[in-house]
């Protein structure tokens, strides 16, 4: 018998339980639901060209496609949101659409962000596991509810488990 590495525990469940195309549609409407808060907080930092605001939103954890960006770009514009200037950067073949935060835009994202945060809190309540509640967030490959399951209520792991032990785990700043 050979060893193999074994699928993240996450995606091991939703590849045994048949349930991917599932799971890759709620992902997509969840990504549906952030992507305006993502491009709205990336533009807040600085000024962007699309494909750089595109790139800044993927090195964020946003698997957002090109075919999303440009429309979503001329949705806020056209909602004042957004405000655009076309420069061409020196050395560059063409000039770029740069766009910048407006203060309604400002306005809208804090608003945003305010109720990201609150939903987030909420659901972390709602699905989160003892460990989480306490304000432990489980390293990422050790993120397996069954696992959870099996603790005890003073937080002593079964020894028979795989992964990190449970000082290797990072404390929430804000104890969610």
Do not use: F
Not at 51 to 73: C, F, M, S
Not at 97 to 110: H, I, M, V
């Amino acid at each position: 018998m050979h060893d193999t590495a074994p699928l993240p525990p996450a995606r091991a469940a939703i590849v045994t339980d048949g349930r991917s195309v599932q799971i890759e549609r709620w992902k997509s409407q969840l990504l549906k639901g952030a992507a305006e808060l993502a491009v709205l907080a990336v533009v807040e930092r600085d000024e962007r060209y699309g494909l750089e605001l595109l790139e800044a939103v993927r090195a964020g954890g946003l698997d957002l496609a090109e075919g999303t960006i440009y429309p979503l770009l001329n949705r806020l514009q056209k909602e004042g949101k957004l405000a655009s200037r076309w420069a061409q950067a020196e050395g560059a073949s063409r000039a770029r659409k740069y766009y910048r935060l407006t203060p309604e835009g400002g306005a809208l994202l804090s608003a945003m962000r305010a109720a990201w945060l609150d939903y987030a809190r909420e659901m972390m309540r709602l699905v989160a596991t003892e460990d989480v509640r306490a304000g432990i967030m489980p390293d990422s490959a050790d993120h397996d509810p069954v696992r959870s399951r099996r603790r005890s209520r003073s937080g002593s792991r079964d020894r028979t488990q795989a992964g990190p032990p449970a000082q290797s785990r990072t404390r929430w700043a804000d104890g969610v």
